[in-house]
């Protein structure tokens, strides 16, 4: 059974990099139909793609992070990771990976979620 | 991109039926049928109820059905239940590669 496992830092500074892991098990991350992308949700509010990476290394961001945000991809490790830079408490969120099924763009497995707090 | 529009609430009684509705416009909602839809429990990870604007995943009840009208994707859900209580999310591909989520609308079952 396919599970995905976010992992990082439990809480990082203002203008640092967050990086973040996600782990996939039970399923091969080199499938051809999906992508892996990350979404975030700010406490009590709603959610946001922030962007997915397909296996060979084909990346989509969301306009408002394009320039602050890295996604890769190991597949040799079967595992895909965030950074967001210049951080800000604006990004203060739970961050979840997810599956992407890559030409009808929705998400049909999902982490539990991180939450990262940014505070100095 | 603006994100969709959604109602921040709705409510239903047990067995009545209510629809949640997502306006976009010409360039994602009505102009592609790739809107998903997530239900949200609280401290829980979204599902995914409904994709590519009205087909459900296997293990989600028919009560949840999907349907779009020009710019504006809706979910009906049925035969109301108290479980169905939770935050419910639209979601749109956006052209250029881009998704684009709704504000979520939360669904009360008084």
């Known amino acids: 059974q396919l599970q995905l496992q976010e992992s990082g830092p439990g809480l990082v500074k203002p203008s640092e990099t967050l990086s973040l892991t996600c782990i996939v098990s039970g399923d091969s991350i080199s499938s051809s139909s999906y992508y892996w992308g990350w979404i975030r949700q700010p406490p009590g509010k709603g959610l946001e793609w922030i962007g997915s990476?397909?296996?060979?290394?084909?990346?989509h961001y969301t306009p408002s992070l394009k320039s602050r945000v890295t996604i890769s991809v190991d597949t040799s490790k079967n595992q895909f990771s965030l950074k967001l830079n210049f951080l800000t408490a604006a990004d203060t969120a739970v961050y979840y990976c997810?599956?992407?099924?890559?030409?009808?763009?929705?998400?049909?497995?999902w982490g539990r979620g991180a939450l990262v707090p940014v505070s100095s | 991109q603006s994100a969709l529009t959604q109602p921040a609430s709705v409510s239903g009684s047990p067995g009545q039926s209510i629809t949640i509705s997502c306006t976009g416009t010409s360039s994602d909602v009505g102009s592609y049928d790739l809107v998903s839809w997530y239900q949200q429990h609280p401290g829980k990870a979204p599902k995914l109820m409904i994709h590519?604007?009205?087909k459900r995943p296997s293990g989600v009840s028919d009560r949840f059905s999907g349907s779009k009208s020009g710019n504006t994707a809706s979910l009906t859900i049925s035969v109301l239940h108290t479980e169905d209580e939770a935050d419910y999310y639209c979601c749109s591909y956006a052209a250029n590669n881009i998704l684009m989520f709704g504000g979520g609308t939360k669904l009360t079952v008084l």
């Open positions: 997810a599956r992407h099924y890559g030409n009808y763009w929705y998400f049909d497995l």
């Open positions: 990476i397909y296996y060979r290394g084909d990346t």
């Open positions: 590519e604007g009205s």
